[in-house]
């Protein structure tokens, strides 16, 4: 869309599929559990995103090839000079939920409030940046969603907070509103309480088409 960005850094947690590919050029499952993380949104080990860059740089063929090994054999591996293609657009880290806490604490201290996502991406920017250039973080989470997360964070503990405890005590300690759409939420009646277990989702998706 013709914005000058010289490259573009990625961030990920200790699901680091993605800094696996760009650094080695291997996309590998086949001894990978999915771990969670404080940064859930990122735990991820298939990224419909890698498939549009394989697209875009490689074409439809290699692409194809490529997806269709990760589907069969959960595993594939880019060739040196793809490799080096994808590695002149993308430079990759990865960080685990200590260092996202200790950087939600570092910046609550200074009055800016970031979510554990959009910590992540303080490691990219202090070890890819090649070049003295501007930096744009890209934060796509809001805190509230992650209260329980963030008064560890402030609080250096690992104490287990319900939703509603955690968002009132962060508020008083960084003097910071509750969205009243979030604290709404807690006076609400619950409408959907059924539980459906894992295994039976797709029986239960196909039951309430056919009824509907």
Known sequence: MGLPIKKILIASNINNILSDLINIGVY??????????????????????????????FGSARCK??????????????????????????????????????????YADKGYIMDP????????????????????????????????????AIKDDEKTYSDETALEEFSKALHVEIPKSISDLFNQEILHKKVVKKQEIEKEILSFIKGS
């Open 117 to 152: 996502h959009t910590a992540t991406t303080l490691n990219a920017y202090e070890k890819l940046r090649e070049e003295n250039l501007p930096a744009i973080a890209c934060s796509t989470a809001e805190w509230t969603k992650f209260a329980p997360t963030m008064l560890n």
């Open 28 to 57: 590998d499952l086949r001894e990978r559990e999915l771990l969670k993380t404080t940064s859930p949104a990122m735990d991820i080990l298939i990224s419909s995103n890698v498939e549009r860059v394989l697209y875009d740089k």
């Open 65 to 106: 090839e490529l997806m269709d090994d990760l589907r069969q054999k959960r595993y594939y591996k880019l060739t040196k000079d793809e490799l080096k293609n994808l590695q002149e657009d993308f430079s990759a880290v990865y960080s685990d939920d200590k260092f996202a806490k200790e950087t939600i604490k570092k």
